[in-house]
């Protein structure tokens, strides 16, 4: 919801009464000396003048409000006087109005460092803000030196990050009157960087603001649709509400639970979230109306959810116990859905009073600063700022030429969804949704990750490829003198679900030798071409090399050995463009030459009309592939596969018949694809490959087996509908992991 900024007390001639606004501040957070705290604002106050009139066509707002407005927002917070300080005096040196100089001369180096680092921090919205597309990483290594300094400087204290969650709280409550490009392009930054940075540090009021706000500029009709309806039920909720505190009140009382009972707003973001998540309409929420309760000890509310649940009739699976299972920020609280009064949903939350103060305060509610001097820092403190802490670890891996790898990784890192496993020894990891076995062996340290060769996940033997879920235990099997796989860096196959993981791989390829590359790259290529019945031999990579931005072949070659360049790529582009011979095609009296072309089939026919068409039945083109056209005698034009052995044995004998053909821009329809496996018979072969498919949504048509009893192996000919190369090759990649499968390869039709 939003806050409503509270009033400055003025004096009789209407300038701002510091002492009763000091009188305030320290009412709501221990100062050490006010004294100090109020020159910072007659010095904040000075130069606001002083700029004025040496700029007499200054439009900017006040330096010194903005301060004094900044300074309310961490009192709530319960910050130091040094935070207060430093909050009054930023904006001054931000426009210029002071120097940090000055800033360290009058009020000491302390608070001239917490300015400067929040100075820094403005450098995250070069990488971030989607408004900046040029301005991005234009200097690589200056961006790089601004973005370490920034993170130094959030580890180093946290307050700096906390002084730039007041201002970014300040700017967006006074983006009203602001032009709408400005309000969408600070709404963004807000809601992309500066809410889940609150969200992480727990700080519960910040967070749910800085929300409202962004979504009120980003998706203004959205928010003014939800606000109608919150507004259009105000007066029956509010009545509906007090019925029900009431009930719980006496409740409470006659078990001797001394608790603390009252309505609670629900936020308009979060319902429309809700709404959108589970596709809900506005009267299926169960939380519209909610009340909390605040008790003094954990055991009360537990005491207190047995007698709401005597009250009324609890909805299943509306049940979260936050105080057993805390979320990963911190969050403690009891949350329940009933059958109130009238047959209407209502949500209750329980908690204590520590717990509120940190649901609402996050990190700030877990250490305190003495005269300037940091004091201890309980458990909750370090674990957010361990989290800032890793970021700047990620940079290190990367080297100082990825700078959008750094750029995705801070994304990345304030959002919510995170993954939390255990070790064999029972610590907690934090890891990214989608996270692997190998990108947790990487988190652990870079020699496991490169020496990984399998994984226990709850005692059982998992594939490299599982995708993590928060509680599993994960155990990484290692193997003495094992290095990294080129595989783990095709992202079709799975292996790895974090950029850390993939840039540490990426690293330790790029320390090899070029030969190596070279040779490892054309293994690898060679391979997926295989896969598909593509060859090498027959394509010039030079003609692609400007697309990788390479000079050479060999430079493709090593890129994809380094695991620089995707295989993919470089497969997709030669399926699309082999080349082809220059024949002079004179077969006058089989077709008449026309600007038409025929869209009867998926295959275009330059220059001819009302010519038959159809796929040869020895090769089986796919779409995607190259492809040639063969003049028939009897059925029009047959489309094979450029390496078709087939038509090269027929443009040999009869090279006039070989024309020109291509692929339709726009195929809806699947084709037929014929696929040999060969393995080692095993039970559950056939299910295992069978399971692939259907999970790639492909129809199969048929299917041939064949077990060789004296050696034990299988083939298996299976044909499937495909949409294009592109998925074969990825089905095929995918077969290949199977236990027990040799190869798996795209034949023509027997």
């Not at 010039?540 to 380094?562: C, H, M, P, S, W």
Request: glycine share 6%.
């Amino acid at each position: 919801m939003v806050k409503v900024r509270e009033d400055y007390p003025v004096t009789e001639d209407g300038q701002i009464d510091l002492s009763c606004w000091i009188e305030r501040i320290n009412s709501r957070t221990e100062l050490q000396n006010p004294e100090v705290l109020r020159q910072a604002c007659l010095f904040a106050k000075e130069a606001d003048e002083i700029y004025e009139r040496e700029h007499l066509w200054n439009t900017r707002t006040s330096s010194y409000l903005t301060g004094l407005a900044m300074a309310d927002i961490l009192a709530d917070l319960k910050l130091d006087q040094d935070s207060l300080i430093a909050a009054v005096l930023y904006r001054a040196v931000r426009e210029e109005k002071t120097t940090l100089e000055r800033i360290t001369n009058v009020f000491g180096r302390d608070i001239a460092h917490l300015i400067d680092g929040v100075l820094r921090m403005a450098t995250i919205n070069q990488i971030i803000n989607p408004n900046h597309h040029n301005q991005k990483f234009s200097q690589s290594q200056n961006q790089l030196d601004n973005i370490r300094k920034m993170l130094v400087s959030m580890i180093d204290d946290v307050r700096i990050a906390l002084i730039k969650l007041a201002e970014r709280t300040f700017a967006i409550r006074e983006l009203k009157d602001a032009s709408p490009e400005r309000q969408k392009r600070v709404a963004r930054e807000i809601f992309d960087v500066y809410a889940p940075l609150a969200h992480r540090l727990g700080i519960g009021h910040i967070k749910w603001e800085l929300e409202d706000l962004s979504f009120r500029y980003l998706e203004p009709d959205a928010y003014k649709h939800v606000a109608n309806l919150l507004d259009e039920k105000r007066l029956q909720r509010d009545s509906y509400i007090q019925e029900v505190t009431k009930a719980l009140r006496e409740k409470l009382s006659q078990a001797d639970i001394q608790a603390e009972v009252s309505g609670r707003a629900k936020h308009i973001y979060s319902i429309w979230r809700k709404m959108q998540r589970k596709h809900l309409g506005f009267h299926e929420l169960y939380d519209i109306r909610a009340v909390r309760i605040l008790v003094t000890e954990v055991r009360d509310c537990y005491a207190a959810l047995g007698i709401v649940h005597s009250l009324w009739k609890h909805i299943p699976k509306e049940f979260d116990d936050y105080i057993a299972t805390p979320k990963e920020n911190g969050y403690r609280s009891l949350h329940t859905a009933v059958i109130g009064p009238e047959g209407k949903a209502l949500e209750v939350q329980i908690r204590t009073d520590n717990m509120h103060e940190e649901a609402e305060l996050g990190v700030c509610a877990h250490w305190v600063y003495k005269e300037g001097i940091k004091g201890n820092k309980d458990a909750g403190y370090e674990s957010k700022i361990a989290w800032l802490r890793q970021v700047l670890e990620w940079q290190e891996d990367m080297g100082e030429t990825q700078m959008d790898e750094l750029a995705e990784q801070l994304n990345q890192a304030i959002r919510y969804e995170r993954v939390y496993v255990f070790t064999k020894d029972g610590h907690v990891i934090d890891l990214q949704a989608g996270a692997t076995p190998l990108d947790f062996a990487y988190s652990i340290h870079t020699q496991i990750g490169h020496a990984c060769r399998g994984a226990k996940v709850n005692g059982r033997i998992v594939p490299l490829t599982y995708q993590l879920q928060t509680s599993d235990q994960v155990e990484i099997l290692t193997q003495k003198g094992a290095t990294p796989s080129r595989d783990w860096l095709q992202a079709n196959l799975g292996y790895l679900g974090t950029t850390r993981a993939q840039s540490k791989v990426k690293q330790w390829f790029k320390l090899q030798d070029r030969e190596i590359h070279i040779h490892a790259g054309r293994e690898v290529l060679e391979k997926e071409l295989s896969r598909l019945s593509l060859h090498l031999k027959n394509t010039n990579l030079q003609e692609y090399a400007a697309r990788f931005n390479v000079k050479t072949a060999e430079d493709i070659l090593a890129g994809i050995g380094a695991g620089d360049i995707r295989p993919a790529h470089v497969v997709n582009l030669i399926a699309d463009k082999l080349p082809s011979t220059n024949l002079e095609v004179n077969v006058q009296d089989v077709v008449r030459r026309s600007r038409q072309r025929h869209n009867t089939s998926e295959v275009i026919v330059e220059g001819m009309d009302n010519i038959m068409v159809h796929l040869a039945g020895c090769c089986h083109p796919v779409a995607g592939e190259a492809i040639m056209g063969y003049i028939t005698h009897n059925r029009g034009v047959s489309v094979h596969a450029r390496h078709c052995v087939e038509l090269l044995r027929l443009e040999a004998d009869e090279p006039e018949r070989v024309i020109d053909v291509q692929w339709q821009h726009v195929v809806s329809s699947v084709q037929s694809v014929n696929v040999l496996i060969k393995a080692w018979d095993r039970t559950g072969l056939l299910r295992d490959v069978s399971a692939v498919l259907a999970n790639e949504h492909v129809n199969v048509t048929g299917v041939n087996t064949h077990s060789n009893k004296q050696d034990g192996t299988a083939l298996m000919q299976i044909t499937v509908e495909v949409s294009g190369v592109e998925q074969l090759g990825r089905i095929l990649a995918k077969i290949e992991q199977q236990p027990n499968v040799v190869t798996a390869r795209r034949v023509g039709a027997s």
